[in-house]
């Protein structure tokens, strides 16, 4: 439009510079998943269940095995909110685990200044980190293995990841 100008790669609008210099990138990879429904009784190194996409700009994010896909090499942003619900007290630790090809990442808790069963946790993730083209990130809950596997996902959890540079 004459308000606005955009670049255009095989016929499909790949970015847009309106009026204001406010620029939009529709093919940018970005997500944003939530849970479909409460995820029981995880264990530790279990992959966590977003299947219901609020967004998937670019298709990399495979709602059946819960994984992102970089689509090219760069640095990503990955973000999370994970309520966890009913930890066991009698484990030493529960985390937030971020598993990428490069690296893995946590977020961990220890259990030691709880005096019964957790009835719920949050867990908050801010992470910039460096993916190559093809490489895979998947969310999983980690407990150490004297903690029964009762924990469970509360569907009030959100995971993102996009592209920054």
């Known amino acids: 439009s004459a308000d606005s100008f955009s670049f255009q790669t095989a016929a499909t609008e790949a970015m847009v510079i309106d009026s204001t210099g406010a620029v939009t990138k529709p093919l940018q990879p970005a997500f944003l998943a939530v849970p479909s429904g409460v995820q ?44 966890i619900d009913n930890h066991d007290q009698d484990g030493d630790y529960f985390a937030m685990h971020v598993a990428t090809s490069n690296r893995d ?31 895979t990130l998947q969310f999983k809950y980690a407990e150490n293995s004297s903690a029964t596997a009762q924990a469970d996902v509360s569907t009030s959890s959100y995971v993102s990841v996009y592209l920054v540079c």
């Open 40 to 83: 029981s009784n995880v264990a530790d190194l279990t992959v966590l269940e977003f299947a219901t996409e609020v967004f998937d700009q670019n298709a990399d994010w495979n709602n059946s095995s819960h994984t992102f896909t970089a689509p090219i090499t760069g640095r990503y942003q990955v973000s999370a909110i994970v309520r």
């Open 105 to 135: 990442y946590y977020n961990l808790w220890g259990t030691a200044q709880f005096d019964a069963d957790a009835t719920y946790h949050p867990f908050v993730i801010s992470l910039l980190v460096d993916m190559d083209a093809s490489d």
